[in-house]
């Protein structure tokens, strides 16, 4: 899938890491930044630095990106941890907990108060949903709260915001201020871009940034060879399905004719008995009238020549 947006001029994709980064985390994206959080958070930030990123147009080689996520300190120290996922991952829940604690535990060194830690927010936008939060909206924010009555919330340093971008598709709430930057991420050239950038001039103002960051060689460069990775990553995740759906299969028949021929050899062997048992009990039932009735002949005829020769005597007397 190409992170190229076509038109009257080439866009590269907001949604492509790369081209996220350079467009929300770079110095002197400060306003756009902020007015797209304050639509995630929910609250006024009077102050935001993005100092704590990279330039990836200046500082990285096409062939030394990693993890491309934004810092954000905003209003009294709060961390602001921000990731676009392109590529679909199973372990989504397990790497959002990871990037808090990571981004946690480094706010201070050994020995340091643990009140010096501030508040550590981590936002994860996917455009791809994610396992079982299906049910769920295309935003969602998680805090460790109380089981049984979930009226108390253990700390509020920990919260996290998953925005999962294909359940935006057939949703047109017009007042929605998040749902005006996530259809920017989606598709800054749709028809509700275009008519809230007259609303909105952080929105336009993105817009405009996104049209200089993709005539930037360096970074045209940079999203060619991050979508290389993505498609490769995501070649190598299908062929490894196909390949242990394969093999899963092929064991699985091997230990189910293991299994067969297990089973049918007992099923054989009981039938054997029962019918073994089965017939002996007619052949005795059978060899026994027959041998009765021979018996009985016999004994029937000796019987008989007893009363003959009883009645010859008689005779004679």
């Given at each position: 899938?190409?992170h190229?947006?076509q038109?009257?001029?080439?866009?590269?994709?907001?949604?492509l890491?790369?081209?996220?980064q350079?467009?929300?985390?770079?110095v002197?994206?400060?306003?756009i930044?902020?007015?797209?959080?304050?639509?995630?958070?929910?609250?006024?930030i009077?102050?935001?630095?993005?100092?704590k990123n990279?330039v990836l147009?200046?500082?990285?080689?096409?062939?030394?990106l990693?993890v491309?996520?934004?810092?954000a300190?905003?209003?009294d120290?709060?961390?602001?941890?921000?990731e676009?996922?392109?590529?679909?991952?199973?372990e989504?829940k397990e790497?959002?907990l990871y990037?808090?604690?990571r981004?946690?535990?480094?706010?201070?060194?050994?020995?340091q108060?643990?009140?010096n830690l501030k508040?550590t927010?981590?936002?994860?936008i996917t455009d791809?949903?994610v396992?079982?939060?299906?049910?769920?909206?295309y935003?969602?924010s998680?805090?460790i709260?109380?089981?049984?009555?979930?009226?108390?919330?253990?700390?509020?340093k920990?919260?996290?915001?998953?925005?999962e971008?294909?359940?935006?598709?057939?949703?047109?709430?017009d007042?929605?201020?998040l749902?005006?930057?996530l259809?920017f991420?989606?598709?800054?050239k749709?028809e509700?871009v275009m008519k809230?950038?007259?609303?909105?001039k952080?929105l336009k103002k993105a817009n405009?940034?996104l049209?200089t960051l993709?005539e930037d060689?360096?970074?045209?460069r940079?999203?060619?060879?991050?979508?290389k990775a993505?498609?490769e990553y995501?070649t190598?995740t299908?062929?490894?399905?196909?390949n242990?759906?394969?093999r899963?299969?092929e064991?699985?028949?091997e230990?189910?004719i293991?299994?067969?021929?297990k089973?049918g050899?007992?099923?054989?062997?009981?039938?054997?008995?029962?019918?073994?048992?089965?017939?002996?009990?007619?052949?005795?039932?059978?060899?026994?009238?027959?041998?009765?009735?021979?018996?009985g002949?016999?004994?029937?005829s000796?019987?008989?020549?007893?009363?003959?020769?009883k009645?010859?005597?008689?005779?004679?007397?």
């Open positions: 899938m190409s190229v947006l038109g009257e001029t080439s866009l590269l994709s907001p949604k890491d790369v081209v996220f350079a467009l929300f985390g770079e002197g994206s400060e306003t930044t902020t007015n797209f959080l304050e639509a995630i958070l929910e609250q006024k009077n102050r935001i630095d993005l100092s990279v147009r200046r500082d990285y080689p096409e062939d030394k990693g491309l996520d934004i810092i300190t905003i209003n120290g709060e961390y602001c941890n921000i676009m996922q392109v590529a679909g991952q199973e989504v790497r959002i990037y808090w604690g981004v946690y535990t480094k706010q201070i060194k050994a020995g108060s643990y009140d508040k927010i981590v936002i994860l791809f949903c396992k079982g939060l299906e049910t769920l909206d935003h969602t998680w805090k709260i109380e089981e049984k009555y979930r009226k108390i919330i253990l700390t509020k920990l919260e996290f915001h998953i925005i971008l294909p359940k935006i598709v057939g949703i047109s709430n007042g929605d201020a749902l005006d930057w259809s991420l989606d598709n800054p749709s509700r809230k950038m007259e609303e909105n952080e405009e940034k049209q993709s060689e360096k970074l045209q940079l999203a060619e060879w991050r979508e993505i498609y995501n190598a299908n062929n490894g399905f196909k242990g759906m394969r899963g299969l064991k699985g028949q230990l189910g293991k299994q067969g021929l089973e050899l007992e099923q054989g062997i009981k039938q054997g008995i029962e019918q073994g048992i089965e017939q002996g009990i007619e052949q005795g039932i059978e060899q026994g009238i027959e041998q009765g009735v021979k018996q002949i016999k004994k029937g000796l019987e008989k020549a007893i009363e003959i020769a009645n010859l005597l008689k005779k004679r007397t």
